[in-house]
């Protein structure tokens, strides 16, 4: 099985002396390539701090981290943003699409920055909105659309330059539970068809039963089963 996201021992301390926070304690964790993981724990156990080690957004503390066989935590700061750019797609809570820009430029916006070009990268967005069940939406602006819909045009947004592997912080968040689970679903069959890997930050019990597997965390440490998948 090959293995797109292997952490080991993988610590993150904010602040230092008498303030210094362990955020991290020495988390290892695999993902599988093509694998629906769901990380979740409670409020403050360390979620977004991890999600966002493993995305290249902040540096770990100590510990390894390799993305798609290559030693992320030997490269250079400069490389990373490249990385990121290429390779993983991010949702969030919700209010991180560009409220001046119509749905279809949001969903444009990666494929551009990695320089398609302007008619390129606008069909493919609006295939992708198609895809999500808003083609007739492109041109909508975020605050014209419900909660629901704004993470569907987050979820086109992240998958439309086809990054092998997708993080979503709690992306359910400020859905009502109906909305949470076909948004949850949406992802994962998208992702199922295109053979994305995945990690959903959640603790969001309604929708558990979607993860491949559950990878629990509290107080900066695993709970269980971090590395079973290899
Ligand atoms: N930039 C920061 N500076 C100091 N402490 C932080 C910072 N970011 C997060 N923390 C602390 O680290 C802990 C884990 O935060 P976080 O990863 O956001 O948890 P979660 O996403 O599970 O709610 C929390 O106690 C939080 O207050
Ligand atoms: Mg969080």
Redesign the pocket.
Known sequence: MTINVRARNIRKV??EGDVA?H?LRGVDLDVAAGEFMMLA?P???????LLSILGCVLSATSGSLELFGEDISKLPARKLPQIRLSRIGFIFQGHNLIASLPARDNVALVMRLQGASSSVALKRADAMLERVGLGDKRHSSPNQLSGGQRQRVAIARALAASPPLILADEPTAALDAQSGLLVTELLKDLSRESGHTVVVVTHDSRIFHLADRMVHIEDGQIQRSGVEAA
């Open positions: 904010y602040g926070y955020a724990g409020s403050g156990s360390g979620k977004t701090t």
